[in-house]
């Protein structure tokens, strides 16, 4: 199959991904052969400029990993290798799909501890900002994080909540209700998902660093987010994470501090309390905006029980 369709894995311009999404398939394989030189090179660029920003702003547990996972400088790194040294040390592993995950989807495969990766990266011209995850984000930013068992626990404690969330939803007969409700819980999980596990910082004995994939991938926003007085940085309350617009287009302004994975984890399972308890049911409205694909997908888990 990959031999009928050109070189090539960049973001927005990949016949092999393209293809894929056109037949329904999510989940797919890497295709590593059709990597060209230039996807190579960028990997090279944005991983080499990284580097010494994440010595000075990283969190200890992100730079053991990144020493652990052992991820190559110079080219875009083999999922099965990645996978290899991943497994044996948190049970996750990186699993390629063809882009968008509908949310449901998303969380159930960290609840199984399966990461979804996508197989694409941006291309030269945007190293800076790209609005859609590429390989870099998921793989550099997101996957040393996972090689810590306390990180990795949360975020199948995350994906537990879908599953949460979905039972409750089942309960609901009035289907305008149920979707009124479903749509206050996904943006309030969207929300922290957003604030911890994308822009989350750590107090640490080196003082704050960051542990947010969001911020471990950006060259710019990641010594923004650690030095800059534009930024209010906050001990971490859940009534602000599930309250909090989260925006995509610009540095983030807002960001908050927890103290260890085990205080993480502490707050997840907090999550889940207000939401069996009714109290995600009516957060403040206002970003991020419900996608009906996310939607949909629980609206369809909810169905199915």
């Not at 979804?116 to 995850?133: C, G, H, K, M, S």
């Not at 995509?248 to 908050?256: M, R, S, W």
Request: aromatic content about 10%.
């Amino acid at each position: 199959m990959t031999g009928t369709v050109a070189a090539g894995l960049t973001t927005g311009s990949a016949p092999f991904v393209e293809e894929a999404r056109t037949r329904g398939e999510l989940y797919i394989t890497q295709a590593y052969e059709l990597y060209s030189r230039q996807n190579h090179e960028a990997w090279a660029s944005l991983y080499g400029r990284m580097h010494e920003r994440w010595q000075r702003y990283a969190n200890d547990h992100f730079l053991r990993g990144l020493e652990a996972l052992d991820l190559p400088r110079d080219r875009v790194p083999r999922l099965e290798d990645v996978n290899r040294r991943l497994q044996a040390m948190s049970g996750f592993e990186a699993r390629p799909v063809s882009g968008y995950v509908p949310g449901f989807l998303f969380f159930d495969c960290l609840s199984r501890r399966e990461f979804p990766t996508t197989i694409t990266i941006r291309d030269q011209a945007r190293l800076d900002y790209l609005p859609e995850p590429d390989i870099f984000h998921d793989v550099a930013g997101h996957i040393p994080m996972h090689t810590e068992k306390a990180f990795a626990d949360v975020l199948v404690r995350i994906g537990g909540c879908a599953h949460t969330a979905v039972a409750l939803a089942a309960r609901v007969r009035d289907r305008e209700e149920q979707t009124r409700r479903l749509k206050n819980v996904i943006r309030a999980m969207s929300r922290f998902f957003w604030f911890t596990v994308e822009f989350g910082l750590m107090r640490t004995p080196r003082g704050v660093r960051a542990y947010g994939s969001g911020l471990l991938s950006s060259y710019g926003e990641l010594q923004h987010a650690i030095e800059s007085d534009e930024v209010q940085r906050y001990p971490v309350q859940l009534e602000w994470l599930i309250n909090q617009g989260a925006e995509i287009d610009h540095y983030q302004p807002l960001l908050f501090i927890v103290d260890s994975f085990d205080h993480l984890f502490a707050l997840v399972e907090e999550l889940e309390r207000w939401m069996q308890a009714g109290k995600l049911d009516n957060v403040a409205p206002g970003l991020p905006e419900i996608a009906a694909g996310d939607l949909q997908s629980f609206l369809d888990a909810a169905e199915s029980l």
